[in-house]
Structures are given as structure tokens and as C-alpha cells.
């Protein structure tokens, strides 16, 4: 699976953005599909995922009720959207699959990455 992220850039606190996550090569419905986050000198960490169906979304309890992925087995992507931004959500996001159906929180369950857009929120 060959994955793109898309949608970052620069918002202002209070801001929303809406990243987006198009997947190419094996089937994406069989891949569950996550969003992770790394900010400069801090290791990757969990966002959000989102299971096969849809009906299955974690999300880490620094953006739970601000953010909202959701996806769409058809067009093969994923959204990321993020609202009520805060300085501390600046930071590098990847979309990752993993090849289960149920949703995972952990890093080293998905096996292909994007390469990252940049989010940057202005206080």
C-alpha cells in the first residue's frame, strides 16, 4: 500500500484543517488505517484510527472531541479532520495501514507509512 498525505499547512489557534490520506496498490478496504503525529524532538504518537468499516475510532485523549477521521473504502482515503487547533498540535502527520480490520493505537502494528504533512498552528 503506497500511501500520500495532504492538507497541512499553517492555521491560527482555534483554527481547523482537514488532512487527507489517499492509498494506492493492495486493497485499502482490507487495512485498517491510523494517523500518528511527530513534533520536533518528541517520538511519534497516536492520533486517531479508524477500523475497516468505519465503525471503530480510537482517538487519543489530547484531540478526542476535536478531531474526526473518518474514511471512504471507495475513493481509497482517509480524512483527518481537525478542529479547535492548539499550538501543541504542530507537529508532522502521517496516515499508516495496518492489516487488520480492528483499529490499533500502537505504532509498530502498521506496516506502511506516508511520508508526513507539516501542521503548524500559531498561537
Known amino acids: 500500500v503506497q500511501l500520500q498525505a495532504s492538507g497541512g499547512g499553517l492555521v491560527q489557534a482555534g483554527g481547523s484543517l482537514r488532512l487527507s490520506c489517499s492509498a494506492s496498490?493492495?486493497?485499502?478496504?482490507?487495512?485498517?488505517m491510523g494517523w500518528f503525529r511527530q513534533a520536533p524532538g518528541k517520538e511519534r504518537e497516536f492520533v486517531a484510527a479508524i477500523s475497516v468499516s468505519g465503525g471503530s475510532t480510537p482517538y487519543a485523549d489530547s484531540v478526542k472531541d476535536r478531531f474526526t477521521i473518518s474514511r471512504d473504502n471507495a475513493k481509497n482515503t482517509v480524512a483527518l479532520q481537525m478542529n479547535s487547533l492548539k499550538p501543541e498540535d504542530t507537529a508532522v502527520y502521517y496516515c499508516?495501514?495496518?492489516?487488520?480490520?480492528?483499529?490499533?493505537?500502537?505504532?509498530?502494528?502498521?506496516?506502511?507509512w506516508g511520508r508526513g504533512t507539516q501542521v503548524t498552528v500559531s498561537s
Open positions: 496498490g493492495r486493497t485499502f478496504s482490507g487495512y485498517s
Open positions: 499508516a495501514a495496518a492489516p487488520f480490520g480492528l483499529p490499533s493505537i500502537e505504532l509498530r502494528q502498521y506496516k506502511y
